[in-house]
């Protein structure tokens, strides 16, 4: 029986939409489902929700297994073709409080802090090591499979997963699958959605719609920048730095405002106080979303638990559709992020772990050549790929020198504050998160 393994199942909704995409298809419905987490009630609560989609969407064809802690981990894994990860190694208190509190007092301000820039590095110095114990577990328990990584910093985890372990592994976001009809329907352009050809390739959170078409080949670009430009000028809404993007580089960027204004040196600026009204940045973010999502899920949870009648369809979400062209062999095409081997992306070196066109089939997943980007963009994603590679550096040495030479060369940490408050904030970012960060002290 096909075995698909769950890291950090305690993301329940999440958890539920992967997993119940897999009940909605035929060719993974009998399957095992093994559940891991190291919280009791969320596990058990995520458990409890499939438990019931599984009798009303799947005639109780797969069979559910729940796993709890680090020492049933290997039984969990034991024999999985794939496996889910969805881990927050910390989670929102205290790891994010942290990783926003800290920086402020120093005058750094931002908005996500997840994947680039200095909450970036932290979340992947304290998750790394985590995701090395999985891969030791995996390599011995089950070493032929996929790991679908869904944990950010995607770059930072993916790249070194791909670069020091055996596992194989490719980085999901769902940035890339919303680019494109987000940026049109925004620009009342959703017209031009059914039957378009798109090119999307960068880095994480940094990936750029190099081309994009209508039905008759079209070039939709001209018109995409003349809407963007004329919206920016005329009324402040979500996407403003995007669409600053598009005018200043010349293409749109796959990953939200929110997270772009704080992955360069140009929009959060102590100086430059106006920036912040201008182009409508969310500072400290992230934070409230956590704390609407616990609120929210307080508010939800009990309707899932105790509903019957519990049903679900599938979604578009990567995860079920890439195990099913692999069982089936029928060919889905998608954006992952998986190593620069053979220079993919001309323009970067091959230790960069990049996000490209992969072709998935029975054989696996097949990352395409894109060759050279536009020089700015290029040069725009070094900035965050040089921090990546010095943080990936820095979790395999675990040397605090290392550490804090990737926070320097983050080009927003760097703009803000001098190199000696930069290794001030960074020692205190590590000693604040405790047995988390002990590796680095």
């Known amino acids: 029986m096909l075995k698909i393994t769950f890291l950090g199942a305690g993301s329940t909704v999440f958890a539920r939409n992967v997993l119940g995409d897999v009940m909605c298809t035929p060719s993974l419905r009998e399957c095992e489902i093994a559940l891991y987490d190291i919280d009791p009630v969320r596990l058990r609560e995520s458990e409890q929700i499939l438990q019931t989609l599984n009798r009303n969407i799947n005639e109780g064809r797969s069979v559910?297994?729940?796993?709890?802690?680090?020492?049933?981990?290997?039984?969990?894994?034991?024999?999985?073709?794939?496996?889910?990860?969805?881990?927050?190694?910390?989670?929102?208190?205290?790891?994010?409080?942290?990783?926003?509190e800290i920086p402020k007092k120093y005058g750094l301000r931002q908005t996500?802090?997840?994947?680039?820039?200095?909450?970036?590095?932290?979340?992947?110095?304290?998750?790394?090591?985590?995701?090395?114990?999985?891969?030791?577990?995996?390599?011995?328990?089950?070493?032929?499979?996929?790991?679908?990584?869904?944990?950010?910093?995607?770059?930072?985890?993916?790249?070194?997963?791909?670069?020091?372990?055996?596992?194989?592994?490719?980085?999901?976001?769902?940035?890339?699958?919303?680019?494109?009809?987000?940026l049109l329907e925004h620009l009342g352009m959703q017209d031009k959605l059914p039957g378009h050809?798109?090119?999307?390739?960068g880095i994480n959170h940094m990936g750029w719609l190099l081309d994009i078409r209508d039905r008759d080949g079209n070039d939709l670009y001209p018109e995409i920048r003349r809407r963007a430009k004329a919206l920016n000028e005329t009324e402040k809404h979500w996407d403003m730095v995007r669409f600053d993007y598009l005018g200043r580089l010349g293409y749109?960027?796959?990953?939200?405002?929110?997270?772009?204004?704080?992955?360069?040196?140009?929009?959060?600026?102590?100086?430059?106080?106006?920036?912040?009204?201008?182009?409508?940045?969310?500072?400290?973010?992230?934070?409230?979303?956590?704390?609407?999502?616990?609120?929210?899920?307080k508010d939800m949870s009990e309707g899932l638990l105790t509903d019957p009648n519990l049903t679900h369809e599938r979604t578009s979400e990567y995860a079920?559709?890439?195990?099913?062209?692999?069982?089936?062999?029928?060919?889905?095409?998608?954006?992952?992020?998986?190593?620069?081997?053979?220079?993919?992306i001309s323009d970067f070196p091959e230790t960069a772990c990049v996000e490209v066109p992969c072709l998935v089939n029975g054989d696996g997943i097949h990352p395409?050549?894109?060759?050279?980007?536009?020089?700015?963009?290029?040069?725009?994603?070094?900035?965050?790929?040089?921090?990546?590679?010095?943080?990936?550096e820095a979790a395999r040495t675990k040397k605090r020198e290392d550490?804090?030479?990737?926070?320097?060369?983050?080009?927003?940490?760097?703009?803000?504050?001098?190199?000696?408050?930069?290794?001030?904030?960074?020692?205190?970012?590590?000693?604040?998160?405790?047995?988390?960060m002990e590796m680095y002290k």
């Open 197 to 201: 050809r798109e090119l999307i390739a």
């Open 368 to 392: 395409c050549h894109v060759g050279r980007l536009p020089v700015q963009l290029a040069a725009m994603n070094m900035t965050n790929i040089n921090v990546q590679l010095l943080t990936i």
């Open 252 to 297: 749109y960027c796959t990953e939200s405002s929110e997270h772009n204004a704080e992955y360069n040196p140009f929009y959060i600026k102590r100086n430059y106080p106006e920036l912040i009204d201008r182009y409508n940045i969310p500072l400290d973010e992230y934070p409230r979303r956590c704390v609407n999502q616990i609120r929210g899920w």
């Open 403 to 436: 550490v804090l030479r990737a926070a320097m060369l983050d080009p927003h940490t760097a703009a803000e504050l001098s190199l000696d408050d930069i290794e001030k904030m960074t020692l205190e970012l590590i000693e604040a998160h405790g047995e988390f």
């Open 112 to 182: 996500i802090a997840d994947t680039l820039g200095i909450g970036g590095v932290m979340r992947a110095l304290r998750t790394i090591p985590v995701m090395e114990a999985f891969a030791r577990d995996m390599e011995e328990v089950c070493p032929d499979a996929w790991l679908l990584n869904y944990s950010n910093p995607m770059a930072m985890l993916t790249g070194y997963m791909l670069r020091y372990t055996r596992v194989k592994t490719v980085g999901l976001c769902h940035s890339v699958q919303v680019c494109t009809s987000s």
């Open 64 to 100: 559910i297994r729940s796993y709890l802690g680090e020492e049933n981990r290997r039984e969990a894994l034991r024999g999985a073709r794939f496996v889910v990860n969805a881990i927050q190694i910390g989670g929102y208190e205290p790891a994010t409080v942290i990783d926003f």
């Open 320 to 344: 079920s559709w890439i195990m099913e062209a692999m069982v089936t062999d029928k060919p889905i095409r998608i954006g992952g992020n998986v190593l620069n081997s053979g220079h993919l």
